[in-house]
């Protein structure tokens, strides 16, 4: 039995299973042109996988947030820019149906029957005012970092206004992204998931319905947990940002273990120096086997947390703060092992095995974005536990 086999995921029974070969095809093109084969996004948007997080009201699988992760893993595992941009699209369409609402209850199904894409880009440097014009809003500016945009249907954007008051307020409204008026700007040269497509959108003097827009709430995390706070269904009174870090650690375990089966499949083949087989390399093997076990306990730390999760999901029971910051903590400690693990993979490899033909620069790329992420970044998470620990007030926004 091979080894690393052992610490792959199962593709068995997987949503994402009869595409994986296609998106493993495309992956080198994809991270060279920076951007996801066309076939590929269609073969996504026509299988389950686009609807995952979608609940059965409105039209959606309602899969597990266990089971989404485990269909992430899988894709990140051939291919990190197909897997971030797919996770993207889910955490972000909770995010629309916890936020826009059940008042539009009819949009939100739509976008799910129709199969569309959805992208929330809200990065540093975006900026958008709002006039408020008869029964519309008048959008203009740039918002930034919208990831899989350029193969996406919707957007939603946080604009400024005045309220009735005249003081300062924020909005945000899902618009088409073929509207007249809005214009994708590939400005996206990461150097991780380069095909992830977190690029600029602009909007000039784009109209949207007024009964779209929704006042946005920096707590809204807290306000969708309290049983006044409509939703469609309970499990949007999970924050997407907790859900997007588990699923953020699912992906890190996927890649690390294909980037393990890989290391252990040239070391099982490979001469060292005086041609001593690297397999009997003491340190190959001590590598190696470390790797494998910071990746098994990575996963474990990420599927427990999804395990709590759903287990509230199903129980109807809104997360308290505690149960938030466990779903980081479970994140951080994952992504922290994962980051051990390619760091032991890469002794393995050498000079050798990073100057020769194979998959590990890229994943090591890919992985940097993952444990840097804004939700998932231990500075910040870290952070936000001790505070919780010491009882020091809760500054999140």
């Given at each position: 039995m091979d080894l690393a086999a052992a610490y792959l995921p199962s593709r068995d029974g997987l949503c994402c299973e009869p595409l994986l070969p296609r998106i493993a095809e495309q992956a080198r093109q994809a991270d060279a042109t920076r951007s996801v084969d066309a076939g590929v996004i269609a073969g996504i948007k026509a299988s389950d996988l686009i609807r995952l997080s979608a609940s059965r009201s409105l039209g959606g699988v309602e899969a597990t947030v266990r089971a989404i992760g485990d269909e992430l893993e899988a894709i990140a595992g051939v291919c990190g820019s197909t897997a971030w941009c797919l996770w993207n699209h889910l955490c972000v369409f909770h995010y629309y149906c916890t936020t826009v609402g059940p008042d539009a209850r009819d949009l939100l199904a739509g976008i799910v029957r129709d199969r569309e894409w959805v992208t929330y880009p809200n990065g540093a440097g975006s900026g958008v005012t709002g006039v408020r014009d008869a029964n519309s809003w008048v959008?203009?500016?740039?918002?930034?970092?919208?990831?899989?945009?350029?193969y996406g249907e919707w957007t939603l954007v946080m604009f400024s206004h005045p309220d009735e008051d005249g003081a300062p307020a924020l909005s945000h409204t899902?618009?088409?992204?073929?509207?007249?008026?809005?214009?994708?700007?590939?400005?996206?040269?990461?150097?991780?998931?380069?095909a992830s497509a977190t690029d600029d959108v602009?909007?000039?003097?784009?109209?949207?319905?007024?009964?779209?827009?929704?006042?946005?709430?920096?707590?809204?995390?807290?306000?969708?947990?309290?049983?006044?706070?409509?939703?469609?269904?309970?499990?949007?009174?999970?924050?997407?940002?907790?859900?997007?870090?588990?699923?953020?650690?699912?992906?890190?375990?996927?890649?690390?273990?294909?980037?393990?089966?890989?290391?252990?499949?040239?070391a099982s083949s490979r001469k060292a120096i005086f041609g001593v087989p690297m397999a009997k390399r003491p340190g190959v093997q001590m590598n190696l086997g470390e790797a494998a076990a910071l990746i098994a306990a990575a996963r474990a730390a990420w599927t427990t947390g999804c395990a709590e999760t759903d287990a509230?999901?199903?129980?109807?029971?809104?997360?308290?703060?505690?149960?938030?910051?466990?779903?980081?903590?479970?994140?951080?400690?994952?992504?922290?092992?994962?980051?051990?693990?390619?760091?032991?993979?890469?002794?393995?490899?050498?000079?050798?095995g990073l100057r020769e033909s194979g998959t590990f620069e890229r994943r090591w790329r890919d992985f940097q974005a993952m444990w840097l992420h804004i939700i998932a970044h231990p500075d910040r998470v870290n952070e936000l536990t001790g505070r919780y620990l010491l009882g020091v007030e809760d500054e999140r926004a």
């Open positions: 959008l203009d500016g740039k918002i930034t970092f919208a990831s899989g945009a350029r899902p618009v088409r992204l073929d509207t007249p008026g809005v214009r994708i700007d590939p400005t996206w040269d990461g150097a991780a998931v380069r602009y909007v000039d003097r784009v109209r949207t319905p007024v009964e779209l827009a929704r006042r946005f709430y920096p707590d809204y995390a807290r306000r969708a947990c309290e049983p006044e706070f409509a939703v469609v269904d309970h499990r949007y009174r999970e924050d997407w940002a907790e859900l997007g870090a588990l699923w953020l650690a699912a992906q890190a375990t996927g890649l690390a273990s294909a980037a393990l089966a890989e290391a252990a499949g040239q509230r999901i199903a129980a109807a029971c809104p997360p308290s703060v505690a149960d938030q910051l466990r779903q980081l903590g479970y994140t951080t400690a994952a992504l922290k092992l994962c980051d051990e693990a390619m760091h032991s993979i890469l002794r393995v490899l050498g000079g050798n």
